[in-house]
């Protein structure tokens, strides 16, 4: 089952892989809520998103909750239980056991934990504004946390549920990725059409390595005119380790790298702005959302190709999640 988040048309779409993306349910929120981020449960019961309110944000006063955290049945999309959030909520990450969900805010600077099994929020202190990628490494014990208007990557301690150290960059934080070991961060920016390797093994983070890819001829990789001024949005680490999967946005087309010498295996044309991505745990598959063109691209990581396009009903298809 592939859950696609659609941001404008602020709905989630539940899609049956198997019988050829078969639509099987769908959720539409109202009075301006728009997802966000989204998992599913360690049984795969229940799915997680998140949501603010795009069209009240301005008129509602600070302290007003603007964002909610939902919990929906898995199979119908029929809402279980929902959490007023403060503010105006990002990306979120699930820690390994899928108990606890962390959601980034825009305008806090602090993240909120979610107990998915009490359904207890508490907020964790960091010390940047614009939160927007959350990762939680692969043992769980660290979150981090890029910003979006502070350009920087925080480090929470996630058994004190303290914040524990900061890494500042010339471009605001965008999409970022984790080893499996948990001693390297793969990081993208604004403006900057390639990634910067992080050593997160150190008593600080630093960076080690920056890599600078190439545009593609015809399918060049424009900076946006506007905030957030971006070019490359998703980078994915396959779970064997063998690739990284890079979504170049503003030029249309993947780039899948080897791993870990981060050279080039290939390029893959897709839609129109590509700016989200899952890749399979086998490590066979990637899943990519095209925002513009309102499409799903199924990609096989072996053949470095295209297997498969869907259209999706709804509009600004983004986050996505998988229970393969």
């Not at 946390?145 to 480090?155: C, T």
């Not at 004190?160 to 793969?186: E, H, I, M, W």
């Not at 971006?230 to 779970?239: C, Q, S, V």
């Amino acid at each position: 089952m592939i859950y696609q988040q659609c941001t404008l048309s602020s709905e989630i779409v539940a899609l049956d892989e198997k019988d050829g993306f078969r639509e099987i349910a769908r959720r539409t929120l109202r009075n301006g809520m728009a997802p966000d981020s989204v998992a599913l449960s360690a049984d795969g019961r229940e799915l997680y998103f998140n949501a603010h309110n795009r069209t009240e944000y301005w008129r509602q006063t600070w302290a007003a909750p603007r964002s909610a955290f939902y919990c929906c049945d898995a199979h119908t999309l029929k809402v279980k239980w929902v959490e007023p959030l403060a503010g105006q909520t990002e990306h979120f990450a699930i820690s390994p056991d899928k108990r606890y969900v962390y959601c980034a805010h825009y305008d806090r600077m602090f993240v909120t934990r979610v107990d998915t099994q009490t359904r207890q929020t508490l907020p964790i202190q960091i010390a940047s504004l614009g939160g927007h990628k959350v990762r939680v490494s692969k043992d769980g014990s660290r979150v981090y946390v890029g910003s979006i208007v502070w350009a920087s990557l925080d480090e929470i301690d996630t058994a004190s549920a303290t914040f524990t150290r900061r890494l500042t960059f010339d471009q605001n934080v965008r999409p970022f990725a984790l080893s499996k070991d948990g001693t390297r961060c793969y990081l993208q920016k604004s403006r900057f059409h390639g990634l910067h390797v992080i050593d997160l093994s150190g008593e600080e983070m630093r960076i080690v390595r920056t890599i600078e890819l190439p545009e593609l001829p015809d399918h060049p990789a424009p900076c946006e005119d506007r905030y957030p001024f971006t070019i490359d949005h998703g980078i994915e680490i396959t779970p064997d380790e063998r690739f990284a999967v890079i979504l170049v946005t503003t030029g249309n087309y993947v780039t899948v790298l080897s791993y870990p010498d981060l050279e080039i295996a290939g390029h893959i044309p897709v839609g129109s702005q590509p700016s989200y991505l899952i890749v399979s745990k086998d490590s066979r598959t990637a899943y990519v959302s095209c925002r513009a063109s309102n499409e799903l691209y199924v990609i096989d990581l072996e053949a470095l190709a295209v297997r498969d396009v869907v259209t999706i009903d709804g509009s600004y298809p983004q986050r996505i999640v998988a229970d393969h």
